[in-house]
Structure formats: structure tokens, C-alpha cells
């Protein structure tokens, strides 16, 4: 970088630096100051301090002000005394020049608000190391009142309730949020224990709880967890509320902030969500006890007249209806059940267990063609067909498939089941003939209540291929359909022989 | 000739109750039926032979299965009764090892499970 300085640059520089005004009669001292400070600062020279007074009414204070005591018409005091009617130490500093061993104007000076003093002839070293002090403390307070502001601002605009306190946990401030939740207008608060103004028990215990004491407590016991706070407001009205309690201050605190919030809405929000679990787990209970106990006495009382052979031919075939209609409410019921675990997000259960899926096959097929009147269901078998499965899952699922199949399959041609095993995984494919699964319908084949619920009587309100998918899905396996006018309806399923294999 | 065996049945809901028991009674057994657990208890504490099976719902308004069991397990005369569990829960393998049942049926049961499942109890398999 070259040391050369443009006037644009120095002026930048010094602007940067700070604005400081210098008052003095004298106009050698007032030139050597400006020389001595010019670089690191804008200077600005008055010759008289009625000129200086005037112009800081019309706009904003500089960062300091060197100020010649002794001076003809307007005096340093007089000025500083002016000065100090709407400017503080802290906003507005003040370095008096004055002779040297003039004790008095010291002491006069000082009490009259100048921040610091340098005696002529001074040491040009030690007025600029003062200045630099005096402007650095200035920017610093500025700094500090900047974030004030912003704090405050903050404070004020934002939803949550703020109250802060002193090192003896009495409130030095609420925010508006907090004036209104509390029932407490700042000016009242202000100096009372925050218990007072911030009355809080803990749900159900009653106990009272000091937000300031947990934080300001010296004890290296963390501050226990509130449970279910409540407020009690001024007018003794009381509101659940969620708060939280931090120090003010890095080492050792100066004070405690406490943010707290209205909870009532989301409380209520959470009743409701949890009396809607409450009542579907209810429904599961009513479906899967309630409904079962009595369709247990019904097939149980009408498979016991079937045995005891007492019956006409007329009574016989009503105590076959019961049975049958019996058999169908339970597996609606089943059904049922299955969907709610599965809609809940538990998911069905399952239990693993050593199973040949041509065993499974060859049942499903056996118990479909005793059911369904002289239907042709074909077993196919490749490779072995054996794996960890839950045996009463998979049974359900591919009597599912294959009830399916014969459902919506051509009259008079078969229903094949055919497995394949090959490495980690066994694939049972149901295949029918007839009519294809519409395309439209394809993508929401697996959703509840979708396919033909009004075209078939027998059928599980839809839930079936639902409950197959969540089934297939348990055991972390995949189903695909494939569908057309020639090659017909494919429902092939790939299993994970083993839980490992599923991962 | 049917064979004969005294079986504790409990169940809260009459008529089922009421099925079992004629189903067990056509079987050849002797039923002898109670309504929850506390009743099945004051059972086996009474004069009288110890059942073979004790047949029992899970689900019951005054004692459940789990703390029926749970008292049962208590007396050393009583631990070896075989006991199976009706249960309409979705996962009966589940409440069945938790009652530490010696076996279970799901609800609604067929006529043929049911009678399979005492027969097996009582006379081995």
C-alpha cells in the first residue's frame, strides 16, 4: 500500500474518527488543537462559546468538546453549565483547558459537569491520549444506547410476556404483553418481589414457584422443571402458561429475565386432539371386545344346534344362516380392526415364525375351493417357498388376493397362485382372467375403500387390498398389479425371506 | 363316551359365557362358570376339586386375566392348572404371554378350535 493520502481519504479518516469542537478565544491555541487532532478527527473551531451554544442547538452534539475556561464574554462555566442542561456526561463530554494551578477552576469545573481537564501549556501527548478517551467513551455509550433501543423496541413489539428483576428478584420491567397477561401496569410493579407480580403454582401441586429465585439462586442444583405452571392474575383469574427463566448478566447475575406466554388456546387445542385419540381407541376397544363377545356366543350357539342334530331340514338351514352370517360380521369386524391399527400408525402387528409359503398356498386354496362352488384354483410352485413370516398375516393376505381373484376374475377360467423362491426373497403371484382393473382405479388400488365396494356384496367395505398392503408392508415386502384385456389381472408379491432380509 | 374334566370357565358377558358352557358341557366336561377374576378366585378357594383348565377372558370389569393370574401364580397348589386365554385383542400371542397363558383363543372362536384346544389341555396332545 503506498503512504500517499488523498484529501478525500484523510477526510474519510477523520470523519470516522469522531466530530470534536473546540472553543477557545485564542486563535494560535485553537489552530495547534485542530492540527494536533485533524487527523484522527473532524474538527471544527469556535471562537467564542455563544457561536458553539448556537449551533449545537441546530443540530445534533459532536463526540466531545475541548473547552478554554477562561475566556472573555461567555465563560467556560457558563458554557458547561449550558451544555450540561441537555447533555449528560455520558452523551455529551466536556475537556476543559484551563491554566495551570488553577485549583479552584478545577474543582468549579468538575462540579459544573466537565468530564475531565488539561492545564495549559499542556503536553500534546496527553491531551490527544484524553481526547481519544473522552470520544472512545462517548461512541461506547452511544453503542450501548443503540442497543437499548433496539432491546427495548424489541421488548415492547413482541407476542411473548417479558418481565425482568434485580439481583433480589424485585421487577425492574414488563413489557406490554406482560402488563396485560399479569394485570399489573408497569409503574405499579416496578420495585415490587416478582412473586407478587408474577404469581405462579405449578399444576396440580399448588405449589408456589419463583421464577427469580431458580435463576439467581447461587446453589449448583440446576432449577427444577416446572410442570404445567399456572398464572394467577391479578384479578385471581387463572391461565396455564409456558415460561421460561434465564440471568441477566455473564458471571455472577445482576437480575433475571422471565419470558412466559397464554397457553389456554393450545391446551385446549391438545384436549381436543387427545379426546379424538381417546375416542378412536374407544372405537378399537368397542370393535375389537364389545362386538366380539356376542359374535362369539352366536357361532358358538349356532354350531351347537348344527351338532346336536335335533333339527328339521328348515331349522337346519337357519342355524346355518346365523353361523354364516356370523362368520362374515367377524371377519368385517377383523377387517375393521385391522384398518383403525393400521390408519393409527401402530401398524398391524406381526409375529414371525417358520413358514413354507407353499403350505400357505395349498390351505388358502383348499379352504377357497371348499367356499367358492366348483371354482379351478391352480398351484404353481418353483424354488423354495420358505421363510420368517407371521403364518396367520400372510394366509389372511393371500386369501385376500385370491378371494379377489375369484370375485372379479372370468366365471370360467382359473385363478393360478404361484410362487417363486430365489435368494432372500419368496414371490407369490395371483393371477385371474377377465375384465382389467380400470387404469384410473390402478394408483389407488392400495387406499381404503376404493375398489368396487358397491359391486360386491361379501366383500370387507373396501378394506381389503388396504390391509394386504399394510400386511406386505409389516414384513417389509412390496406388491405390485399388473392389468390388461389380454394377459389379464397379476397381484404379485415379494416377501423378505428373514426381518434382516426385510431391512 | 365323552372325557370328563372340570374346567374353570370366566367370563364377564353372559351369553358367551353361556355358549362356552354348553359347548363344554355337550363335550363331557364339567363347567363351572364365574364372572371375573375375584369370582374365580373365591372358586379355587373353595371346598371342592381344583379344575383342570381354567378357561378365562381377558378383558373383565372387576379382576382382568393379568391380575387374576398374577394372584394365582401366588399359590404354589394353584401354579400348575393350565390356563387358556380368550382374547378379542389384536395381538393375542402378546396378551397371551403377558398372562403367561398356557394357550390362547381368539375371539370369536369356531366350536372346532375351541373344543380342539380343552381336548389338547386337558388330555395332552
Known amino acids: ?139 461506547l455509550a452511544g453503542a450501548i ?86 398464572l394467577v392474575q391479578r384479578g385471581r383469574v387463572e391461565v396455564p402458561i409456558e415460561a ?139 424354488g423354495d417357498a420358505h421363510g420368517e413370516w407371521d403364518p396367520d398375516r400372510v394366509e389372511q393376505m393371500l386369501s385376500n388376493l385370491v378371494s379377489n381373484a375369484l370375485q372379479y376374475g372370468e366365471p370360467n377360467a382359473p385363478v393360478t397362485i404361484r410362487t417363486h423362491g430365489a435368494g432372500d426373497t419368496v414371490t407369490v403371484a395371483v393371477h385371474n382372467r377377465g375384465a382389467p382393473i380400470s387404469a384410473e382405479l390402478l394408483p389407488t388400488l392400495f387406499l381404503p375403500m376404493k375398489r368396487g365396494a358397491e359391486e360386491a356384496a361379501d366383500r370387507s367395505v373396501g378394506l381389503g387390498l388396504y390391509i394386504v398392503k399394510h400386511i406386505i408392508d409389516a414384513h417389509g415386502g412390496t406388491i405390485d398389479v399388473t392389468s390388461s384385456k389380454d394377459a389379464g389381472t397379476t397381484f404379485t408379491v415379494r416377501l423378505p425371506r428373514t426381518a434382516e432380509r426385510a431391512r | 363316551m365323552k372325557a370328563g374334566g372340570k374346567i374353570l370357565l370366566v367370563e364377564d358377558d353372559r351369553e358367551s359365557r353361556e355358549a362356552i358352557g354348553d359347548v363344554l358341557e355337550d363335550e363331557g366336561y364339567e363347567v363351572v362358570a364365574t364372572t371375573d377374576g375375584a369370582a374365580a378366585l373365591a372358586q379355587l378357594r373353595g371346598p371342592g376339586a381344583l379344575p383342570a383348565l381354567i378357561l378365562i377372558d381377558y378383558s373383565m370389569p372387576k379382576m382382568n386375566a393379568l391380575h387374576f393370574r398374577t394372584e394365582m401364580l401366588k399359590e404354589p397348589k394353584w401354579k400348575d392348572i393350565k390356563l387358556v386365554l380368550l382374547t378379542a385383542d389384536i395381538d393375542p400371542q402378546g396378551k397371551s404371554d403377558a398372562v403367561q397363558a398356557t394357550g390362547f383363543l381368539r375371539k370369536p372362536v369356531s366350536i372346532e378350535d375351541l373344543c380342539e384346544v380343552v381336548r389338547s389341555m386337558i388330555d395332552g396332545p
Open chain 1, 1 to 139: 500500500m503506498p503512504m500517499v493520502r488523498s484529501n478525500e481519504g484523510a477526510r474519510a479518516a477523520a470523519a470516522s474518527g469522531g466530530r470534536v469542537w473546540v472553543v477557545d478565544d485564542s486563535r494560535l491555541e485553537a489552530e495547534r488543537l485542530a492540527r494536533l487532532l485533524v487527523h484522527s478527527y473532524q474538527v471544527e473551531a469556535f471562537a467564542e462559546g455563544g457561536a458553539m451554544l448556537e449551533r449545537l442547538a441546530q443540530e445534533g452534539p459532536p463526540d466531545l468538546i475541548l473547552l478554554d475556561w477562561q475566556m472573555p464574554g461567555v465563560s467556560g462555566l457558563e458554557v458547561c453549565r449550558f451544555v450540561r442542561e441537555r447533555h449528560d456526561e455520558v452523551s455529551l463530554p466536556i475537556l476543559m483547558l484551563t491554566s495551570r494551578g488553577a485549583k479552584e477552576d478545577f474543582r468549579q469545573g468538575l462540579s459544573a459537569g466537565a468530564n475531565d481537564y488539561v492545564s495549559k501549556p499542556y503536553d500534546d501527548a496527553e491531551l490527544v491520549a484524553r481526547t481519544r478517551t473522552l470520544v472512545r467513551t462517548r461512541q
Open chain 1, 244 to 382: 421460561s427463566a434465564a440471568p441477566i448478566g455473564d458471571g455472577a447475575a445482576v437480575g433475571a429475565v422471565i419470558v412466559f406466554r397464554d397457553v389456554t388456546e393450545r391446551k385446549r387445542v391438545e384436549r381436543e386432539t387427545k379426546g379424538r385419540a381417546d375416542f378412536e381407541e374407544k372405537l378399537i376397544g368397542i370393535v375389537s371386545h364389545d362386538l366380539r363377545s356376542p359374535l362369539n356366543a352366536i357361532l358358538l350357539s349356532a354350531s351347537t344346534l348344527l351338532r346336536r342334530h335335533g333339527l328339521d331340514e328348515r331349522g337346519e338351514r337357519q342355524a346355518r344362516r346365523i353361523r354364516t352370517s356370523g362368520e362374515r360380521a367377524t371377519r368385517l369386524v377383523g377387517d375393521l380392526l385391522d384398518f383403525t391399527q393400521a390408519r393409527l400408525g401402530t401398524g398391524i402387528p406381526i409375529r414371525r415364525k417358520p413358514v413354507d409359503l407353499n403350505e400357505v398356498a395349498k390351505q388358502v386354496a383348499d379352504e377357497l375351493r371348499a367356499a367358492g362352488a366348483g371354482r379351478e384354483l391352480l398351484l404353481e410352485a418353483a
Open chain 1, 145 to 230: 444506547r443503540t442497543r437499548e433501543q433496539w432491546f427495548a423496541a424489541t421488548l415492547k413489539s413482541i407476542s411473548d410476556a417479558v418481565i425482568t428483576t434485580d439481583v433480589d428478584g424485585r421487577v425492574t420491567f414488563l413489557n406490554r404483553s406482560a402488563e396485560s397477561l399479569t394485570g399489573w401496569p408497569l409503574a405499579q410493579a416496578i420495585g415490587r418481589p416478582l412473586t407478587e407480580v408474577f404469581e405462579v403454582v405449578s399444576d396440580p401441586s399448588r405449589d408456589q414457584v419463583d421464577f427469580s429465585a431458580t435463576v439467581l439462586s447461587r446453589s449448583a442444583e440446576p432449577p427444577a422443571l416446572v410442570r404445567d405452571p399456572v
